[in-house]
Structure formats: structure tokens, C-alpha cells
């Protein structure tokens, strides 16, 4: 089961789920149907190429279908395999659960480098998977509904939407067998910006808890923090966007071709469109470039978001990462050896799988949007707006002065998707920070903030088990 690396993932989060299963009273059945992955599907399927066939390898792992239907992403990427794909549903339980977004936990992977295909031989793949997954009924607005991940995105989405619709008609909820989608095609506004705006929801009500900031020796606030962000890509590139809008330093940025630094603070979109353009981030104007991409996770800073892929920091690094919180915004950046080392140097992480729980929250809403059928605040945008300003007459009328036309604007106002959206997810985030630190507090043997988001999802996953009445 181990991956190519030798190093297992899965069992990486098996450890961790034992290590918070410890402070719980459950009963060990429960706790190992729990663990388990319930459904495994591995599939080898054959796509014409140029000239040639080619065999592609992949996999959809259901880790729980306590909740339905299932929910997780499908990445793209040559280091899918099997060990990867279960990790990553079993996380997708835990971080529904956390941020109770009713959804049992799935992830799907296909074993290849999207960069080597054209973009019609990838809708071929993205095409012949979705039938697979059709199929064998892995797919499904009820059963198990896909996501964008690693390597994946709006376009991929809209390829699965089609190839459902067209294998599926006449189904009236089909448009939620699968979310991340473009707006055009059911997509919900701001499932894009989700997963690192919720990085960022998350890290901000950290630093604003005193007792927490005190013990790390910083200042409350993400004002003034100075962030380091590995990864460009989508999760990467909206962290930093929040992050500096919310008045935090980007020092340094990592991809994988290199690193840039620079202590005056780097803009995201700026660099964004440098690498489109050289194909680099390198050679950045003003910053100072840094060959070994890995060295840039090293550099003094605040706060650390890992937003690439899994196991970037382990047992051989930890020791010489400086950052006071670790904010893992990808899927299992750290390694069980590193958290020993962060739990030891007092370093705190806020762990994955609820920090980047902002993409299924949005993605929740989405579904429930397609399966609607309507759209959030068509129903109610114009009759607040209507209220709200016969609410200003009333105020001006009675006190007899005007409010400014921008403020009455302001108040008036009525919620756009957009900002039900982000307020739906800003709730999300903070309570979820709230309950996990919560949990960590009344546990004082508990080491770490994983552990106590750990114990929470297991409490939350083990009572709907029970509440089904498997474990009577
Ligand atoms: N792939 C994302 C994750 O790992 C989103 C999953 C989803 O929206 O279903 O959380």
C-alpha cells in the first residue's frame, strides 16, 4: 500500500485519527469502521493518444458514506496512487465533519501530467473516467459528487457535468454531480477564491485569540504578519490575495522551479502574471531569487502556508522551518515526524483538514444551489433593498439630516450571491476555529490543534453513526 516514496499517507493519517481516538470514550468498533475506507474503486481504462493507446490508471476511494452523498476532489497528477487517494477521502470525512458540511468523505485521482496532453486529449480522459465512475455508480447529485483538486479545475468540471447529463437525461438534479463548475454551467460565485479565503478566515481567528498569540510571542492580528506562501496555484495564489489584502508581508513565494523573496512584500497577481509570461517565477523584479525551492519554506517569517502537495515537510526539514503557525492550506503538507518536532518547539499548526475546508463549504452551497434550482439572493435581493431604503427615508425624514450617498448605498444594499457566499463561509471558518480550540483547551493532555480538530471530527462522525443505529 506504501506510496512510490516509501512513505505512506494513509497510514500517516491513520496515525494521527489514533493518536485523537485516544481522548474519545467510543467504542473501538466504531473507530475502526471509522478508519476504514468503505469503498475502493481502482480502475485501468484505455485512451486513444495520437497514434497510440494509452493505458491510464485511475482511482475514486468513498471513505464514508455516512452522510451522502460523498464529496472530494479528483486531482491530476503522476504521483496519484492508491495509498494517496484513500488519505485524502479519509480527510475529506474528517474535514466535513469539522466544518459540518453533510458529506461523507471521497477523493478521486487520475495518474497523469496534465501538462503533457493537449486540451482535447485531457477532455477524452476527464470523458472515459466520468463513464467509468457512471458505471459503477460513483458518481451521482445522491451518491458521490466530485470536485476541482490538484492538477483539476473549472474546465475538467464541466467535462464531468456533460459527460452525466448526456449518459443520465431527463435527471432534473444532475447539475449536482459534480460542483467547482463554471458559473455558466450551475457553478456557485466564489467557489473559486473558497479554499484560500478560508485559509485565510481561519488563520485570521487564530491571531485573533490573545492567549494563543501571547504564547507564540507575536501581536494579535494578521496586520503586519510576514508570510511565506509555497505553491501558485489556485489555493496558493487566493491565500496570498487574502493575506495581503488583509495587511499581512508576502516575503517569499515558492513554486517549484524556485523561489522568490523580498522583505518589502511581493504582490500575488504581479507575480502571478511574471511566471505566465517567462514561464518562471525566477527573475522577479526586485525580489531575490532563491534556486532551491524547498530553502524558501526556511526563511524567518509569521506564518507558513504549505499550499502545494503532501509531505513537504517532514522529519529531515522540520527542525529548520522558523515560522511561529503553519497554516496547511494543501492536503497534508506535514508529516507525522514533523508535527512531533512543531509539537515540541511550541510552533502551531493549523492543521488541513480544516483550515482548506473552505472548498467543500462553498462547494456545499453550490450543490445545494443546483439542487434548488434557483440562485442565492434572487428571491430576496430586491425586496431587503426595498426596505432598507424606505428604513433610510424613515431615519432621514425623522431626524431631519441626510445620510451620505455612499453610506446609503452601503445600507442599502441587498446580498448578492457573492456575499452570501463569503459570509456563508466566514461562519463556517470561525466557528469551526472556535469549536476545534474549544476542544483543545478542555483537553490540556491533548498536544496539538490536529489532534483536538481530529477529536472533534471523530465525536461528530461516531454520533451520526450511532444516530444511524449501526452500533446500537
Ligand atoms: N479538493 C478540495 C478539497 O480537498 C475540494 C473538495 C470538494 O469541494 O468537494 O477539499
Keep these: 500500500m506504501a506510496s512510490p516514496f516509501e512513505y505512506s499517507f494513509f497510514d500517516a493519517v491513520v496515525k494521527s485519527f489514533d493518536k485523537a481516538a485516544q481522548f474519545t470514550s467510543w467504542d473501538k468498533g466504531i473507530l475502526e469502521q471509522i478508519k476504514q475506507c468503505n469503498s475502493v474503486y481502482r480502475m485501468n481504462f484505455p485512451v486513444k493518444i495520437g497514434d497510440k493507446i494509452e493505458v491510464i490508471k485511475a482511482y475514486r476511494v468513498q471513505h464514508s458514506q455516512h452522510k451522502l452523498p460523498s464529496k472530494g476532489g479528483i486531482r491530476f497528477s503522476l504521483s496519484v496512487n492508491l495509498d494517496e487517494v484513500m488519505a485524502l477521502s479519509a480527510l475529506m470525512t474528517y474535514k466535513c465533519a469539522i466544518v459540518n458540511v453533510p458529506f461523507g468523505g471521497a477523493k478521486g485521482g487520475i495518474c497523469i501530467d496534465p501538462k503533457k496532453y493537449t486540451p482535447y486529449e485531457l477532455e477524452k480522459i476527464t470523458r472515459r473516467y466520468t463513464s467509468e465512475l457512471i458505471k459503477k455508480n460513483f458518481i451521482g447529485p445522491g451518491t458521490d459528487v466530485p470536485a476541482p483538486d490538484y492538477g483539476t479545475g473549472e474546465r475538467e468540471m464541466s467535462w464531468i457535468l456533460d459527460t452525466y447529463q448526456s449518459m443520465r437525461p431527463g435527471e432534473v438534479d444532475a447539475l449536482g454531480c459534480v460542483t467547482g463548475k463554471p458559473i455558466t454551467q450551475g457553478g456557485v460565485h466564489g467557489?473559486?477564491?473558497?479554499?484560500?479565503?478560508?485559509?485565510?478566515?481561519?488563520?485570521?481567528?487564530?491571531?485573533?485569540?490573545?492567549?494563543?498569540?501571547?504564547?507564540?510571542?507575536?501581536?494579535?492580528?494578521?496586520?503586519?504578519?510576514?508570510v511565506i506562501v509555497q505553491g501558485m496555484g489556485n489555493v496558493g495564489y487566493h491565500s496570498a490575495k487574502f493575506f495581503r489584502q488583509g495587511g499581512a508581508k508576502i516575503v517569499a513565494i515558492a513554486e517549484y522551479e524556485g523561489a522568490i523573496e523580498n522583505e518589502a512584500g511581493l504582490n500575488e497577481e504581479e507575480v502571478f502574471q511574471h511566471r505566465k509570461k517567462t514561464g518562471s517565477i525566477l527573475n522577479f523584479p526586485g525580489a531575490t531569487n532563491i534556486s532551491k525551492s524547498s530553502e524558501a519554506l526556511e526563511l524567518p517569517c509569521d506564518i507558513l502556508i504549505p499550499a502545494a502537495l503532501e509531505n513537504v515537510?517532514?522529519?529531515?526539514?522540520?527542525?529548520?522551518?522558523?515560522?511561529?503557525?503553519?497554516?496547511?492550506?494543501?492536503?497534508?503538507?506535514?508529516?507525522?515526524?514533523?508535527?512531533?518536532?512543531?509539537?515540541?518547539?511550541?510552533?502551531?499548526?493549523?492543521?488541513?483538514?480544516?483550515?482548506?475546508?473552505?472548498?467543500?463549504?462553498?462547494?456545499?452551497?453550490?450543490?445545494?444551489?443546483?439542487?434548488?434550482?434557483?440562485?442565492?439572493?434572487?428571491?430576496?435581493?430586491?425586496?431587503?433593498?426595498?426596505?432598507?431604503?424606505?428604513?433610510?427615508?424613515?431615519?432621514?425624514?425623522?431626524?431631519?439630516?441626510?445620510?451620505?450617498?455612499?453610506?446609503?448605498?452601503?445600507?442599502?444594499?441587498?446580498?448578492?450571491?457573492?456575499?452570501?457566499?463569503?459570509?456563508?463561509?466566514?461562519?463556517?471558518?470561525?466557528?469551526?476555529?472556535?469549536?476545534?480550540?474549544?476542544?483543545?483547551?478542555?483537553?490540556?493532555?491533548?498536544?496539538?490543534?490536529?489532534?483536538?480538530?481530529?477529536?472533534?471530527?471523530?465525536?461528530?462522525?461516531?454520533?451520526?453513526?450511532?444516530?444511524?443505529?449501526?452500533?446500537?
Excluded at 507525522?336 to 472548498?359: H, I, Q, R, T, W
Excluded at 426595498?386 to 424613515?394: D, G, L, P, S
Excluded at 470561525?430 to 476542544?439: D, L, V
Excluded at 496539538?448 to 472533534?456: F, G, H, L, P, S
Design 313 to 472: 515537510i517532514n522529519g529531515d526539514n522540520a527542525n529548520r522551518i522558523q515560522a511561529k503557525i503553519i497554516g496547511e492550506a494543501a492536503n497534508g503538507p506535514l508529516t507525522p515526524e514533523a508535527d512531533e518536532v512543531f509539537s515540541k518547539k511550541g510552533v502551531l499548526v493549523v492543521p488541513d483538514m480544516y483550515l482548506n475546508a473552505g472548498g467543500v463549504t462553498v462547494s456545499y452551497f453550490e450543490w445545494l444551489k443546483n439542487l434548488s434550482h434557483v440562485r442565492y439572493g434572487r428571491m430576496e435581493k430586491r425586496f431587503t433593498e426595498n426596505m432598507n431604503a424606505r428604513i433610510i427615508n424613515q431615519i432621514e425624514e425623522l431626524s431631519g439630516k441626510s445620510i451620505e450617498v455612499q453610506e446609503k448605498e452601503h445600507i442599502m444594499h441587498g446580498a448578492d450571491e457573492i456575499d452570501l457566499v463569503h459570509s456563508g463561509l466566514e461562519e463556517t471558518m470561525i466557528s469551526a476555529t472556535k469549536e476545534i480550540m474549544e476542544c483543545w483547551k478542555q483537553n490540556p493532555k491533548v498536544p496539538d490543534m490536529r489532534t483536538a480538530a481530529y477529536i472533534v471530527a471523530i465525536n461528530k462522525v461516531a454520533t451520526s453513526y450511532a444516530e444511524l443505529g449501526i452500533f446500537p
Design 191 to 226: 467557489r473559486r477564491e473558497a479554499t484560500g479565503l478560508g485559509v485565510f478566515f481561519g488563520i485570521r481567528e487564530v491571531c485573533k485569540m490573545k492567549d494563543v498569540m501571547d504564547r507564540l510571542g507575536l501581536s494579535v492580528g494578521v496586520e503586519g504578519k510576514r
